[in-house]
């Protein structure tokens, strides 16, 4: 387990500007006024994970929220069958950590980078110095956390589809960014196993891998080492969208 203070000597491998850039333009930044996102911005420090370091783990003390502006990272969540389940990917722009970090409490997830990733991180003391000197900022916190409500929502209705087929494309689509009224343009890269997605989607491998080898052979995703890639976004939404329906 590697905490956040072992992070602070991070190598930057990304300029901080780009960083900046790539942080006001997530969906949820790109939102506010410019001064908002220059208050918070100003404060935010680069932070780089090699590939499967930890950024934080189940029960660590909350102490940031977080950007991801490159690579990518899963988080995991204790499952009381199944342990630990991988129940979402965070590509560039996503932000995460603030219900903990608010909150002041342990965390309830851990977050692991699967390639090498950087994020911007807003610490606990960055975040009491802003509520102090501009308390109106308090809902520019609670809005995030009302943002990523919608992820949340998705991944468990996908688990509540009962064709098998349908599921699984509707958690690639989840895990591949979606949200409902926003599909990120192809190709993604799911950095899951088959197993892994298998345990994601509440289904056996061998289900996993026989639905896995229909949408190959139609072209929409294709196997890689230790992922799944999505080449075709809207076709797979497509399948989705006509079994709802219908």
């Given at each position: 387990m590697y905490g956040c203070d072992i992070l602070q000597g991070s190598r930057k491998n990304m300029q901080m500007e780009e960083a900046i850039a790539i942080a006001?333009?997530?969906?949820?930044?790109?939102?506010?006024?410019?001064?908002?996102?220059?208050?918070?911005?100003?404060?935010?420090?680069l932070v780089t994970?090699?590939?499967?370091?930890?950024?934080?783990?189940?029960?660590?003390?909350?102490?940031?929220?977080?950007?991801?502006?490159?690579?990518?990272?899963?988080?995991?969540?204790?499952?009381?069958?199944?342990?630990?389940?991988?129940?979402?990917?965070?590509?560039?722009?996503?932000?995460?950590?603030?219900?903990?970090?608010?909150?002041?409490?342990?965390?309830?997830?851990?977050?692991?980078?699967?390639?090498?990733t950087e994020l911007l991180a807003l610490s606990q003391t960055a975040i009491i110095d802003l509520l102090k000197s501009e308390p109106s900022l308090n809902w520019l916190f609670f809005n995030l956390m009302a943002w990523n409500v919608e992820e949340y929502m998705l991944h468990a209705v996908d688990l509540m589809v009962v064709d098998p087929r349908i599921r699984l494309c509707s958690r690639l689509l989840t895990l591949g960014g979606r949200l409902l009224n926003y599909l990120p343009p192809g190709p993604v890269s799911i950095p899951l196993t088959q197993e892994e997605l298998a345990a994601a989607s509440n289904m056996s491998r061998s289900t996993v891998f026989h639905l896995l080898g229909d949408l190959v052979s139609q072209g929409i995703c294709e196997l890689g080492y230790r992922e799944v890639r999505i080449l075709d976004m809207t076709r797979l939404a497509a399948i989705v969208d006509e079994a709802s329906a219908g």
């Open positions: 006001r333009n997530s969906r949820w930044l790109s939102q506010h006024e410019r001064r908002v996102q220059d208050l918070l911005c100003s404060r935010m420090r994970l090699p590939k499967n370091r930890t950024l934080f783990d189940i029960e660590d003390s909350a102490s940031e929220i977080y950007c991801v502006v490159s690579g990518c990272a899963v988080i995991t969540v204790p499952h009381p069958v199944q342990g630990m389940l991988h129940a979402h990917v965070m590509f560039a722009g996503r932000w995460f950590g603030e219900p903990a970090a608010l909150g002041k409490r342990p965390r309830i997830m851990s977050v692991v980078a699967r390639r090498p």
